[in-house]
């Protein structure tokens, strides 16, 4: 029975991707960014998709059962919050400014060099974001279905790149659509069962009135605060979430999709953390890794089960779509530097009905070895965790601040922006590989014993880091002189629209 339901939920979103792929029409902009014709529903359950990855589920569930709720709840609640700011502060003036990728903005502000720069970190950095959702999968398959966990990954990538290849952008969005009304029946559902069945229970110390949590460094508050800060600034240069306001139809479309995006985030992780507390009763103490499987498998009923790992499968294809798709674009677009105009840079291969657009065909190449890195580091680094976090503390060490403060002060050029990408990215890399731990994970990925840093240290490097990269950025910044120059001098597409803010020399 989870089998059918599992494999049913996947292909409704495998032929909802592949009926829309219509729409492309063989035009890179409407495969990129939807043709920027996307109203609040389908922008902010793209949103709510890329949120409500396997992170915001299993990760919540075992980090509430085995910390409290602020250990879980951190994360949606991070990922809510940079929602929320993005709606406040940037989503209007980004999809005004109408571009293709995240990193167009940084070559209109900084220039070509820092376009690269941030191209390769943002790519980098999803391909472990895309490889944490990879391994979940692969794990859920291998716990229930007794399929092998490489075949398992090997799954989910075929069936999204399939759809996400044909459809681009309106694959994404309409199957994100139909991938959030499963998770949202399947957590409702077990929601109810649990309150229903043996009642919504906080053990003691672990409630969200508990505040010691996020007080106390014994109770793991460094780490509680490290993810929310993570998650809801770090995440605000999300190129997947990004995608979505550029395909927004308008300023007004974007913001208030933000805000809507932000509130499902809630309504779907909360109740998991909830639903991880009370496993403390239901399943004991001591119920191990995956709190999650072992509630559904030892004590929920066949067709809950189907539910909650139909959704769960829906949430991780949904996160490792956008992710796919964005860093597809931005190694062609950004890296590569093909262009819609640029017939004859790339041999005419008619992919997936992809026309004479070249920009179409680049983006849709570059997606698969951007998948083969992804498979490789998740069958040799089978972990969520560390590859999750890494890659949200590694946008928020060197690239947010550039991208903040250069939308909207005009102090500081190109040799800020690189300051602080070097030094931001530089100062988490090393902290990483000398903290024993990370967000409360063995460190078995990078780690370089000594006999300096403990795992007391855990959680302070996302501030150092983040602080150290600020912090490169403003020095430098206020160190050269503030004189307006002329914008980039080759526009990053023809109608790519206004300069947000003037580069500085």
């Given amino acids: 029975m989870i089998l059918l339901g599992v494999g049913l939920s996947i292909v409704v979103v495998l032929v909802i991707g592949l009926l829309v792929s219509r729409k492309v029409e063989g035009d890179s902009a409407r495969y990129l960014v939807a043709g920027r014709t996307l109203g609040i529903p389908l922008v902010a359950a793209g949103l709510m998709a890329q949120a409500v990855d396997s992170n915001a589920t299993l990760g919540n569930t075992d980090l509430a059962y085995g910390f409290g709720f602020w250990a879980g709840a951190s994360l949606p609640i991070g990922l809510a919050l940079c929602l929320l700011l993005t709606g406040l502060f940037f989503a209007r003036r980004m999809n005004a400014a109408k571009l293709l990728t995240l990193p167009d903005w940084y070559a209109r502000r900084y220039g070509r060099t820092i376009e690269l720069a941030a191209s390769i970190a943002m790519i980098g950095a999803y391909v472990l974001l895309l490889a944490g959702n990879l391994v979940a999968g692969g794990f859920l398959f291998e716990h229930f279905l007794g399929i092998d966990y490489t075949l398992g990954v090997l799954l989910i990538v075929a069936v999204v790149m399939t759809y996400t290849v044909a459809g681009g952008m309106f694959s994404d969005s309409y199957t994100a659509a139909a991938q959030m009304v499963i998770t949202i029946a399947g957590t409702a559902c077990l929601f109810t069962w649990v309150a229903l069945t043996h009642g919504i229970t906080v053990p003691e110390g672990m409630g969200a009135f508990d505040l010691g949590q996020l007080t106390d460094p014994a109770q793991g508050a460094p780490v509680n605060w490290a993810t929310l800060v993570a998650l809801g600034v770090g995440d605000i240069v999300a190129i997947d979430f990004m995608q979505r306001i550029f395909s927004a139809k308008s300023p007004d479309t974007a913001r208030r999709a933000c805000f809507l995006g932000a509130a499902g985030t809630l309504l779907i992780g909360i109740p998991f953390t909830y639903v991880a507390l009370s496993a403390v009763d239901i399943v004991g103490p001591d119920g191990g890794a995956a709190v999650l499987f072992t509630l559904l498998e030892d004590h929920a009923p066949a067709w809950l089960a189907m ?30 530097g093909i262009r819609e105009t640029d017939a004859g840079r790339l041999p005419e291969l008619k992919i997936f009905g992809a026309g004479k657009d070249p920009l179409l065909r680049a983006s849709r190449i570059a997606m698969f070895p951007i998948v083969g890195l992804a498979i490789l580091v998740a ?102 002189p503030a004189k307006t120059v002329r914008a980039a001098k080759a526009p990053v597409s023809p109608a790519a629209g206004p300069v947000p803010v003037p580069a500085e020399a």
Avoid at 427 to 435: D, S
Wanted: aromatic share 10%.
């Fill in 307 to 336: 539910m909650v790992l139909a959704a769960i499968v829906a949430a991780s294809c949904s996160t490792a779509n956008g992710a796919i798709l964005g860093t597809g674009a931005v190694a062609a677009r950004n890296i590569a």
């Fill in 379 to 480: 069958v040799r680094v089978p972990q969520t965790g560390i590859l999750l976090t890494l890659a949200f503390d590694l946008m928020l060490a060197g690239l947010v601040v550039p991208f903040a403060l250069g939308l909207w002060w005009k102090r500081g050029g190109a040799a800020a922006a690189a300051a602080s990408i070097a030094v931001g990215f530089t100062v988490r890399l090393v902290l990483f590989a000398l903290t024993p731990t990370t967000y409360g994970v063995p460190n078995d990925l990078l780690y370089i014993e000594n006999n300096v840093i403990t795992a007391a240290f855990d959680g302070w490097p996302t501030f150092i880091a983040f602080l150290a990269g600020a912090s490169a950025y403003l020095v430098v910044a206020l160190l050269r």
